[in-house]
T-cell receptor, first 112, second 114 residues
């Protein structure tokens, strides 16, 4: 049958505001998680990772929160800038190999 | 350090043909993975190579194959191309051993099958 494009969740934020992008995962055995940013015409770019022995990790302007109880991951971007406009993916790995499973992505638009 | 390099950036092929895509990983990275990205399915894992051996394979038909050379460079091949093979093919490298490390992606090869 005809393939249907994934419906990407979208998020629009005002420049300077904070952004929160969410991701739900289903595999309770997943214990390593990564957030990626993909700009148009480019491959996914690593932002930050977190292992399951942590529930929070901070980078430059970004924070990842992991809630293993409800299998939820979030990426917080502080003081969002126009250059942050992109599609953001979460990826998970369950240590059965080096294969990562990617979420469908969230499209972030920053309004100047 | 140079990033992951994929060639060519764009390819247009006809149904039934075959195609070979190339990937040069980050220096020192021994694991190379390939992913297919489409609007309909998102990012789907194809296979992973480490030290010239396929360590893991996704759920793709046998028309999709790959290999890795002693310098860690990798190629993937798709034979008997179908219209549905049109996609962005992404290569990613990682250290591949010891504690898990993130995948670092190239900018992909955009394959169009007509």
């Amino acid at each position: 049958g005809e393939s249907v494009g994934l419906h990407l969740p979208t998020l629009s934020v005002q420049e300077g505001d904070n952004s929160i992008i969410n991701c739900a995962y289903s595999n309770s055995a997943s214990d390593y998680f990564i957030w990626y940013k993909q700009e148009s015409g480019k491959g996914p770019q690593f932002i930050i990772d977190i292992r399951s022995n942590m529930d929070k990790r901070q980078g430059q302007r970004v924070t990842v929160l992991l809630n293993k109880t409800v299998k939820h991951l979030s990426l917080q971007i502080a003081a969002t800038q126009p250059g942050d406009s992109a599609v953001y993916f979460c990826a998970e790995n369950d240590n059965t190999g080096n294969q990562f499973y990617f979420g469908t992505g969230t499209s972030l638009t920053v309004i100047p | 350090k140079a990033g992951v390099t994929q060639t060519p950036r764009y390819l247009i092929k006809t149904r039934g043909q075959q195609v070979t895509l190339s990937c040069s990983p980050i220096s020192g990275h021994r694991s190379v993975s390939w992913y297919q990205q489409t609007p309909g399915q998102g990012l789907q894992f194809l296979f992973e190579y480490f030290s010239e051996t396929q360590r893991n394979k996704g759920n793709f038909p046998g028309r999709f194959s790959g290999r890795q050379f002693s310098n860690s460079r990798s190629e993937m091949n798709v034979s008997t191309l179908e219209l549905g093979d049109s996609a962005l093919y992404l290569c990613a490298s990682s250290l591949g051993q010891g504690a898990r490390s993130p995948l670092h992606f190239g900018n992909g090869t955009r394959l169009t099958v007509t």
